[in-house]
């Protein structure tokens, strides 16, 4: 059984036979004719099934070259082909705008062998750009959640699963795998969506002050509480309260978050009436809490509290091909603010990206493509501009000094911490450096953490 034809839009007064140099249609296409830009556009938003695009050079030629990245922009999944005259690609701006913006050229007489196979190839990547923007199992900006890799798959599937339960989340996994997104769609798939989401970063907040940024405290209080506040905890009454980084909470505040998931009561500092709370917890951490548990820096007794439900996030290198999938997909995203043309990236960078080892997971992705958008000169995307050049030697990873300076730095910082229970004291005494230094230290990797989960 023959199937129904596929539709193209031709841009310019040429029809299909014309290019083909034949009197024959072409059974397995449709063409509609649009001799101007708006006329274009108007097919386009018509028929949103349209995919591909011929663009015959005619007159009007600057016209066409100064509105059609508007056209193609606006009409992102469009694949165009580009159908000129062999002396055509000897004007140098028909052939930068060929190479910025279409997939493919042909020079006519195409043949219509040579149209079908480009019209069936333009086809193809329309409807893979296609799917690939439709991977997304969590709306949350431009940071969503995309995979088609098995563990990508299980995690989506376990995701709805526990969204149908009220009983406390536990994630793990590496820093920059997605906590907080896994976290944020539990949320918006249970019952509680119509609650908040309060997100709290453990490891962003002073020490001294996390207890009343989570509990709240009254008026009078203490020095400086001159009026009441609320708590996380409170503001999230009927939704979602997502603690991350709870491995670095001291014993202390863990036992009175222990106290707040076994009653579902707080009390705000400075008060003695307990007050109700309807919150379902998500608790997250890079650390493992089961050999915190063995340290005694972490209780127990809360540990199972929140390990009701477990999910394990993979970390990037793990993901096989997804980390070609979203390097495609953030470009995607970050190029419809950029004024750049940018078509994609070269081979030698496709490359580069499958060999990096990922130590950042995919918030070290979503910087580097950034960047690369920023400091990218042409059309397609190179090592260079994504800052993973310098790192390949023979194909051996080799990480940069100041990041393997810092990685160090962050262990160091990270074991010291959990060995004196997080005493400053005995941290800086341990490490051989001073309490100055030793704040400095924290303060340098805590805006280096969080530059990250903003960028």
Not at 179 to 206: M, N, Q, W, Y
Request: with cysteine; charged share 25%.
């Amino acid at each position: 059984m023959q199937s129904e034809p596929r539709t193209a839009v031709i841009l310019g007064t040429n029809t299909a036979t014309e290019l083909c140099g034949t009197s024959e249609e072409l059974p397995q296409w449709r063409f509609v004719q649009a001799p101007t830009i708006e006329a274009a556009e108007a097919v386009l938003n018509e028929d949103k099934s349209i995919r591909v695009g011929l663009w015959a050079h005619s007159a009007g030629l600057e016209e066409h070259l100064t509105r059609f990245p508007l056209l193609r922009a606006k009409h992102k999944l469009v694949q165009w082909l580009a159908v000129i005259g062999a002396t055509d690609l000897h004007d140098e701006r028909i052939a930068s705008h060929i190479a910025q913006h279409f997939l493919d050229f042909l020079t006519t007489p195409t043949g219509e062998n040579r149209l079908c196979a480009s019209l069936g190839h333009a086809h193809g990547m329309a409807c893979l750009l296609e799917r690939i923007d439709g991977q997304t199992d969590v709306t949350s900006d431009e940071e969503q959640m995309v995979g088609t890799s098995e563990s990508m798959r299980q995690l989506f599937r376990d995701i709805r699963k526990v969204a149908s339960s009220d009983a406390p989340v536990f994630i793990s996994g590496e820093s920059g795998t997605g906590k907080e997104l896994t976290a944020r769609a539990i949320h918006e798939r249970s019952t509680r969506a119509g609650g908040p989401f309060v997100a709290v970063d453990c490891a962003a907040i002073a020490p001294t002050l996390i207890h009343s940024e989570l509990f709240g405290y009254e008026k009078g209080a203490f020095t400086g509480a001159g009026q009441r506040k609320i708590g996380r905890i409170e503001v999230a009454q009927g939704g979602t309260l997502f603690l991350d980084e709870i491995g670095d909470l001291s014993l202390e505040l863990q036992g009175n978050l222990l106290r707040f998931i076994q009653d579902s009561t707080i009390q705000r500092v400075g008060s003695t009436r307990p007050i109700d709370v309807n919150v379902r917890v998500i608790a997250a951490t890079h650390i493992d809490l089961e050999r915190a548990v063995k340290q005694g820096t972490f209780r127990e007794d809360l540990y199972y509290r929140l390990n009701v439900l477990r999910l394990e996030l993979p970390p990037l290198r793990e993901r096989g091909s997804d980390v070609e999938v979203l390097a495609r997909y953030f470009l995607a995203q970050f190029a419809k603010d950029s004024s750049k043309s940018i078509r994609g990236y070269t081979k030698q960078a496709i490359d580069a990206i499958r060999r990096h080892t990922w130590p950042g997971n995919v918030r070290e992705l979503i910087n580097r493509v950034r960047r690369a958008v920023v400091m990218c000169d042409g059309a397609w995307i190179t090592p260079r501009d994504l800052d993973l050049e310098r790192g390949i030697i023979q194909g051996i990873q080799i990480m940069p000094l100041d990041a393997a300076r810092d990685s160090a730095e962050r262990k160091a910082l990270d074991q010291a911490m959990k060995l004196c229970n997080n005493n400053y004291s005995a941290v800086a005494r341990m490490l051989g450096v001073s309490r100055v230094t030793l704040y400095r230290l924290l303060e340098k990797h805590r805006a280096l953490e969080q530059g990250m989960r903003l960028s």
